[in-house]
């Protein structure tokens, strides 16, 4: 009788386990899941599938386009084009084009309309127009949005993007072109767009989350009603995007001098970028948590009560602290998170902290950021407590940081203002 080793006995085991690992599983998902997983690619990996074996050669072509041009600008405008054709119909996914690609052809203009009007992009839900902002440094006028075909996604689109365009005025396109309501994340930089436009355009997005404006022109008071935005990011940079030669130039732009938070009772994150200064005015907005940074770019700071629809409160630069505290009334400072630059012989700005110090009732941090030299010791920081009254604090909980200045990290992204993940762009280092 023979004899059956253990090792014989696990052999078809073995084997079975292998072919198990060998098995390619994700093909053998549906051509919807497969679809999904492609359009989340980057173009060039996505169009490589293809080649993996028959299964996967016509996935691509019939999932939803994800065509990002501006994230791969070595893409030539025949492949571009060949590609849209492949893809005979939608869903579009992603659709991100960066102008300089066009290689400023004659008919550059007609080749994007072109592109945009494709069967492969009907249903867009994200849209990135980055025009060349190269030119308004010489005082060139933007090229002009092509809002008609821009307009056949204001149905489906989720994000967009535009940058260094003139936007058409809101009369022009009986509003159609203002009217998206399933955006929810808006970006413009460097555009030219009339007051009316803009207010038009938010108008008409009920669903809007987060909002970017970066140093545009032709609007220089922005005016939010909004019942969902949640993070706004305002900069009015140095007008260093239009001109940049002299003085007179930049006095016939008309970047935002004025922004008023009128009402938005879900926004709880404002950023406003470093540049030029502007007057800022909140007047509802009874979820906001985060709002920075004022003291280089603020003008003059307005908070006011919904409850009483009047101005409460008005800071401006070098007033004194009786001053502020004369201004206060019944309102009700709902800061959680504060970060101000600080210099120790600065009587005016150890005023304006102080106010925060004694007036905001739910402040959780207080972040001073030394704008010269280091970080004290304990005698220093308890020196620097006494100046802030930080034994009378509004609230009893909150936390009182000085940072370093050369230590800290630079301001915030821009692009972290559509990252609603991130309530606090300005954490800094704590030392």
């Known amino acids: 009788m023979g004899v059956v080793t253990r090792a014989k006995k696990m052999m078809p085991l073995q084997l079975d386990e292998e072919e198990e690992v060998l098995v390619d599983r994700i093909s053998l998902l549906p051509d919807g899941v497969l679809e999904d997983i492609v359009s989340l690619l980057p173009t060039r990996d996505a169009a490589r599938t293809q080649l993996l074996s028959s299964r996967w050669r016509h996935i691509w072509r019939s999932a939803p386009l994800n065509l990002d041009v501006d994230g791969d600008p070595t893409i030539p405008v025949s492949d571009i084009s060949r590609i849209l054709s492949t893809h005979q119909h939608g869903p579009g996914r992603r659709f991100s084009i960066n102008y300089s690609c066009l290689g400023y052809y004659d008919d550059e203009e007609e080749t994007l309309d072109g592109w945009l009007r494709s069967p492969a ?12 902002d190269s030119h308004l440094r010489w005082g060139s006028p933007p090229r002009p949005l092509p809002a008609a075909s821009v307009l056949r996604f204001s149905s489906t689109l989720v994000v967009a993007s535009f940058n260094a365009c003139a936007f058409p ?61 949640r993070s706004i990011g305002v900069g009015t940079g140095f007008g260093a995007a239009f001109f940049t030669w002299g ?25 406003v970028f470093e540049g030029l200064e502007m007057d800022i005015s909140v007047v509802s907005a009874p979820r906001l948590k985060v709002l920075g940074e004022l003291v280089r770019v603020c003008h003059m700071l307005q908070f ?45 700005g150890i005023n304006f902290a102080k106010f925060f110090v004694t007036n905001a009732r739910v402040l959780e941090s207080m972040t001073l950021e030394l704008k010269h030299g280091y970080v004290g010791n304990d005698a220093w920081i308890r020196r620097q407590h006494r100046r802030l009254q930080v034994k009378k604090r509004a609230s009893a909980h909150a936390r009182f940081d000085f940072v370093s200045h050369i230590l800290s990290p630079s301001l915030p992204h821009p692009e972290q203002v559509h990252d609603l993940s991130i309530l606090d762009p300005f954490q800094r280092i704590h030392h």
Not at 121 to 132: A, K, N, P, Q, Y
């Open 121 to 132: 992009l009907d249903g867009l839900r994200e849209l990135e127009i980055l025009f060349d």
């Open 304 to 348: 006011c009560t919904a409850a009483l629809h009047q101005i409460t409160h008005v800071v401006q630069k070098n007033e004194s602290y009786d001053e502020y505290q004369q201004l206060t009334g019944t309102l009700d400072i709902r800061l959680r998170n504060i970060v101000l630059p600080y210099r120790e012989d600065s009587k005016p």
């Open 247 to 271: 003085d007179d130039e930049l006095e016939e732009l008309r970047l935002v001098q004025q922004l008023v938070i009128e009402d938005a009772p879900c926004l709880e994150k404002l950023v």
């Open 169 to 229: 005025d809101a009369t022009t396109t009986g509003g159609l072109l203002h009217y998206w309501p399933l955006l929810k994340q808006l970006t413009l930089s460097y555009v030219t767009v009339s007051e009316s436009s803009l207010h038009a355009l938010l108008a008409g997005c009920p669903a809007l989350e987060s909002l970017l404006l970066q140093e545009n022109n032709g609007c220089p008071r922005v005016r939010i009603v909004s019942p969902s935005l």
